[in-house]
């Protein structure tokens, strides 16, 4: 997540979720927000029907305040909702570690790669170090999962809308959105690996501010 202002987000990461949100990679600061899960405190649902035996899916829990909503998330064909639900895992994962300050955490290490998960760690980094969290609804949609040759690798593309999304500084309380005349759209595209034990971990991403089309 980037946030830019609601800004510091991905850009940090280099290729990985945007989020003033902006996540992990791409041009996005850390004041731009990833994603976030509408409800109340909720765990990461059950591991997916498509994930290999024995790949038991860390717990996953974002407090009431940061809500993610992923829309239209489903897909008809079980590879490529494996690859939506691991996907859906990972910005969770990321997003709890920021309000958790928490760059260690098991669901953090779970989802990504070596290379991913230093990615992550500095996006996160971004918002951590200026004792920033994140508040608000981030909105998650149209998902598109294009799955390489192989079968061992794919691409998960998504948009999020960081309009009603904010950080918080946990010092001074101050809740900042992105700065007027910024676009709220951000793109993401997220390049994953399927490890042994069958879950889609994310390498790398990359994120553009205004890159969604619709």
């Known amino acids: 997540m980037a ?25 996005e600061s850390p004041d731009d927000i990833k994603g976030a899960e509408s409800g109340s405190p909720s765990p990461s649902a059950s591991a997916p029907a498509s994930a290999a035996p024995g790949a038991e899916r860390p717990e996953i829990t974002l407090p009431s305040s940061f ?32 309000i958790d300050n928490d760059l260690d955490s098991e669901a953090l290490v779970f989802y990504h790669t070596a290379s991913g998960l230093s990615q992550a760690q500095q996006w996160i980094k971004t918002y951590t170090d200026k004792n920033l969290t994140v508040i608000g609804d981030l909105p998650v949609f149209d998902p598109e999962v294009v799955l390489g040759s192989g079968g061992g690798n794919a691409v998960l ?44 971990q994310t390498v790398s991403v990359r994120s553009e501010r ?4 619709r």
């Open 67 to 98: 809500r993610l909503a992923f829309q239209d998330w489903r897909s008809d064909k079980s590879e490529e909702q494996a690859v939506l639900d691991d996907g859906k895992e990972e910005l969770r994962s990321g997003y709890a570690a920021i």
């Open 3 to 27: 946030r830019r202002a609601f800004t510091t987000t991905a850009a940090a990461l280099t290729a990985t979720t945007a989020l003033l949100l902006t996540g992990c990679g791409g041009d």
């Open 210 to 213: 205004g890159g969604c089309q």
């Open 157 to 200: 593309n998504y948009c999020t809308d960081e309009s009603k999304a904010s950080t918080k500084n946990l010092k001074t309380g101050e809740v900042q959105g992105n700065p007027p005349g910024t676009d709220p759209e951000v793109f993401y595209s997220v390049s994953m690996t399927k490890n042994e034990q069958g879950v889609w």
